[in-house]
């Protein structure tokens, strides 16, 4: 028995007026999610709790059995080992922005919070400011990586660090670079406060004079000249997915952050070919990755993004292209496993991101679940409006992986 | 966005024989409450858990999104707020009845728990008992408040005081006044207990002599000649909501009780003309005054009360006219308010009051809401046995708020 795990991101959403009053799951044509629905049981989900809006972080962790309350830990380690960036237990990670910066009398303001988004010099940039030493804390080293565009990660390492520090990055442009604070009274957290201050002035001051900065100057474009950090964030202590349950896991998943949960859960990180986590993604190739890695694992988790990307661009029309773009990969899965007696398919969003609110709201999910043994309901749709009805009722996140794993025959009885 | 919150007390019921069967809401004719279910979504909750009778306390805590087994603190803080006295952290209030008492070898007998119900006298009664000093404990002061009818209010002041103390009210007539004992091994109860005992039999002292009583007596009505104490409680340590999701709220409500747990979770507080919470209370009144007050704030709780009355006194036909009175409220609010664009309803109630029962019991209370985004239902009916079949599913009293502050974009994601 083996199961299929697909999350669209950001997919539920709200009855819509540009669709004539429909969900864009509604509005779209999913022949393949309706058999699923069909088949199979259908209900909704609060990844977190009703009405709670769930980041994309905490909503995955839910996903995957782990109850955010308890094991989230912030954003930055996710995204560090996403980016395949090892993090120790302890080490706290960053999320990091190349940035054009401005020095003025007030701070060093932001001009733009991307540099231009594009900073092919990133990696040569990266390699420089990681022969800075630390000043504040002799014990600690830092590794600064680029990753795509303007992004990277920052990973410190050492004794007595703590990701409960603020951001520098004001998150707005015109707005100067902010001062990290420590967020709860702990030495820890001031210890790296002050290290990520002194590496977001050290940082500003060698890269104002790097030539390569004045080459993209002299061609016009905005220096890469700051380092916004955003984000800090542990390792999570979670008993991963492989240990808990005695099974071999994988993530199909081009974005870091997903990549990154699914790694600090124990999953294999695949990438399949074409996958752009954008409008543009190969969907069949995420099948085709997805059913090549199936036979060694026990469970493969697949993230589909740009659901999430039209919902934040307010487009409900293009959601309901990306939804068709999903069901066109559901099909293709579906065709290569045997729901009636091997494989599981398990269908949900990570969190409701409405065309109309352009953010993360706090409704359910829908979800839908087929393969051998599930129990049918009289669900023949799947949509947010059709699913409520659904046999699985209302459930939480955090419930459905064992909900998978006990018709994968990993959990255990409780009691005798 | 604004959200008008009606909780129509005790409307919960079983079928009925009296009824054909149905029960009041299915019985009552509805037009409002229907268009509500039938243009929103509908669901069941249980305000505090399945199978556990909520108290009008709780439930309201649970309804405003605090859970009461972590927040409750006994129901006597909350009356004396909702009776207009000031409540200090730490202040322990008891609810109080002028009562009629007979000396008697082996105690106080307790002739009229309500002595006659009508207690003109109360006020100036109440300035004769606050001029006792305290014997057992001279650290600590106390208020006693009339209100309406024989009821009343008593704050203690001072410190090392607790609400974990028994009821001098045996609650039943014919039994003597019970001794308040400490319910936990704390010297706070000790002491507490001690004070309440001094006081029950100080104010026998004093009211048996008074001459108002005499008068009383020489009009042949029972005399107000002892204080009957209990319900114990202390203000709750919330966060209230104004702080909590950063709106402004108010309070449309005439019973003490539900005016005190409004007013200690941050709400104003107002009663609209001619709102009695009896059989006769001007349902048009009151939405009226919430209209008016709907423009400054950002949620607007009514309390109906007369829903519960019928039920209490077991009279089903009159829970229906009831229900067609709160049918007719709600029919003047949604007249009044913008359910496409601007305005969220919800309607809901405390708890279950069978009128085969005459009291509150344990079955889930129906519920429903609409407004601009929230997902439509199959039901067209609002009673508890359409609302079982609905899009929002069985729902806790708690996770209530968190999904209409939802709605009004007033919570903040968890996570990233």
Known sequence: MKALLIVSDGMGDRPNKKLGGKTPLQAAKT???????????????????????????????????????????GRGAFEALGVGIHVNPGDVA??????????????????????????PEGDKLAEKLNEYSLKTAKDVEFTLKHSVEHRGVLVLSGPGLSYKVSDTDSHEIQET???????????EALKTAKIVNELSTAFHKILKNDPLNQERINRGEPPAN????RGAGILPKVIPLNEKY???????AAAALYRGVAAAVGMKLYKAPGDTATYETNEESIAKTALDILPENDLVFIHFKPTDNAAHDGNPELKVQMIEKLDNMVGKLIEGIDLENE?????????TTP??????????VPLEMAGPGVRTDQTTAFSEIDCQGGGLGRLRGKDLMPIIMDYLRKTRIFGS
């Open 226 to 229: 700051g380092v916004l950090m």
């Open 177 to 187: 670079v902010q001062e990290s604070k420590p967020l709860d009274g702990s030495k």
């Open 94 to 119: 960053l999320r990091v922005n190349f940035a054009t910066l401005q020095e003025e009398e007030k701070g060093l303001r932001i001009v733009d919070r991307r540099a231009g988004r594009k900073v």
């Open 355 to 364: 065309c109309t609110i352009r953010d993360h709201t706090g409704e359910p």
């Open 31 to 73: 022949p393949n999610l309706d058999y699923v629905a069909k088949i199979g049981c259908c209900g909704i989900m609060d990844t977190i709790a009703p009405g709670i809006p769930p980041g994309s972080d905490t909503a995955h962790l839910a996903i995957f059995g782990y109850d955010p309350h308890e094991y989230y830990t």
């Open 343 to 351: 494989h599981y398919i398990v269908l949900t969003a990570d969190h």
């Open 246 to 252: 005695g099974i071999s896991c994988s993530c199909v």
